[in-house]
């Protein structure tokens, strides 16, 4: 079973940058596929960011292409996001699946194929 817990959340202006992380345990890396998710209060979960088990492959949705950026190392996951807009405040969701399920690359996986998920951190831009 593995635990996540997101922090980094915060209220930003316009064009500001925020890094979130997601601490897993036990360690994920090289062994489950983890993604970014993030949601509106009465709107369904989207997926965002989606990164492979080694950090090599990443993908990520249209909306945030250019302005945000999914990493991994150790045992945390990170989001750098640059140029944040108003549409991006939602809560954040980081998700793990292990390797074996994660199916091709290349596409964001839905949320419905991850087991395990953090508590959310939330992400205001006014």
């Known amino acids: 079973h593995v635990q996540l817990v997101e922090s980094g959340g915060g209220s930003v202006q316009h064009g500001g940058s925020l890094t979130l992380s997601c601490a897993a345990s036990?360690?994920?890396?090289?062994?489950?596929?983890m993604g970014w998710f993030r949601q509106v209060q009465g709107t369904r979960r989207e997926a965002v960011a989606r990164?492979?088990?080694?950090?090599?492959f990443t993908f990520y949705h249209d909306s945030v292409k250019g302005r945000f950026t999914i990493s991994r190392a150790d045992n945390t996951l990170y989001l750098q996001m640059n140029g944040l807009k108003p549409e991006d405040t939602a809560m954040y969701y980081c998700?793990?699946?292990?390797?074996?399920?994660?199916?091709?690359?290349?596409?964001?996986?839905?949320?419905?194929?991850?087991?395990?998920w953090g508590q959310g951190t939330q992400v205001t831009v006014s």
């Open positions: 998700a793990a699946q292990p390797s074996e399920y994660c199916g091709g690359l290349g596409v964001l996986m839905e949320s419905y194929q991850y087991n395990y």
């Open positions: 036990p360690s994920t890396y090289n062994n489950h596929c």
């Open positions: 990164i492979d088990g080694s950090g090599q």
